[in-house]
């Protein structure tokens, strides 16, 4: 499966996209990009494997697992309601403080600046699992070898590709956004922010070096190989594994393993079925919590324009 450079003009219903002639890509990735990225997969990867070991001869403090548990649910929620629900898809609109704080908290999960970030899944809806998607896994077949390759590729290898998704195609909302480009172009100091705060923290709640070494590898590290490939299983795991309740054009699926710790993110079939929807989980006992931070967002007046599944739309979309 080879990518195209012109196939559709964007992401229809899943963002701002519009059609026209501008390429899919951009231009390459710089090698210090590559670089970063390589350091950003490799080494919370290896302290994934330390942690046991780690656990077992040092220890896991109250500091640690209050930092880990912050510093996720922030750079989670940061993720799924910011860079997905609001930025990508327009499920509700926020305040200018909101929108710029869930800017940064999407940051500090350290997937990439908005704007590529947004741009690369505005893409993805507009090829779903079809010539074009940056990480489908049905890209190189669907024989077990086939699979098994592009499980792979949908959750770690395409990172790796060398070109970058038009911005000015698939993102010109965002970029005449002033805020969220200044938020972009900062992204160095947000991934300075997540690896080292917890760090900082530890070390001032403990007054020791100790302290904040072992929250820098917990609540750093660990959890940014948590997170990351909690993300990425959406793309690989709920494009193959799981229940299709709703109509799609693609292959996406609904896998409830992940549902809490992806905050709502794997009841991904009913996401590619209405991607403007602000909810994910709409049948009974599926939990949403990014759902539910918006309906607080709107409560508090943050949050306008939700776009709540409406009953009726729903019932369109059941299979069967």
């Known amino acids: 499966m080879t990518l195209i450079d012109e196939r559709a003009g964007?992401?229809?219903s899943a963002g701002a996209a519009p059609k026209g002639p501008k390429p899919v890509f951009e231009g390459t990735k710089k090698p210090g990009e590559?670089?970063?990225l390589y350091t950003f997969v490799i080494v919370p990867f290896l302290a994934f494997l330390a942690a046991i070991p780690v656990a077992w001869g040092w220890g896991l403090g109250w500091t640690d697992v209050v930092l880990f548990l912050s510093?996720?649910?922030?750079?989670?929620?940061?993720i799924t309601v910011g860079y997905h629900r609001l930025f990508t898809h327009s499920s509700f609109k926020a305040n200018?403080?909101?929108r710029i704080a869930l800017a940064i908290a999407g940051s500090m999960a350290i997937e990439g600046p908005v704007i590529r970030w947004v741009a690369d899944h505005r893409r993805h809806h507009a090829f779903s699992d079809k010539e074009g998607d940056p990480h489908s896994p049905w890209?190189?077949?669907d024989?077990?070898?086939?699979l098994a390759k592009g499980f792979w590729f949908a959750h770690i290898g395409w990172l790796f590709d060398l070109e970058h998704t038009n911005r000015e195609k698939y993102t010109p909302d965002l970029l005449r956004d002033k805020d969220i480009r200044v938020v972009d172009k900062l992204f160095p100091v947000w991934v300075l922010v997540s690896v080292f705060g917890p760090a900082t923290i530890g070390g001032l709640v403990s007054m020791s070096w100790a302290g904040a070494l072992s929250a820098f590898f917990w609540a750093s590290l660990v959890r940014i190989f948590v997170l990351h490939h909690v993300t990425w299983s959406i793309n690989s795991?709920?494009?193959?594994?799981?229940?299709?309740?709703?109509?799609a054009r693609d292959k996406s699926a609904n896998f409830w393993p992940l549902a809490i710790v992806s905050f709502g993110e794997s009841w991904h079939n009913m996401h590619h079925a209405d991607?403007?929807?602000a909810r994910h989980g709409v049948l009974k006992g599926q939990l949403d919590s990014s759902a539910r931070m918006i309906w607080l967002f709107e409560k508090f007046g943050w949050a306008t324009d939700v776009r709540w599944p409406k009953p009726e739309r729903l019932e369109k979309l059941r299979v069967g």
């Open 34 to 36: 590559q670089t970063m």
């Open 275 to 277: 991607p403007t929807a």
């Open 96 to 98: 200018r403080p909101l």
């Open 237 to 247: 795991v709920c494009h193959m594994i799981g229940q299709r309740p709703f109509s």
């Open 71 to 78: 510093f996720y649910i922030v750079s989670g929620l940061g």
């Open 10 to 12: 964007g992401a229809d």
């Open 143 to 146: 024989t077990k070898r086939g």
């Open 139 to 141: 890209r190189f077949g």
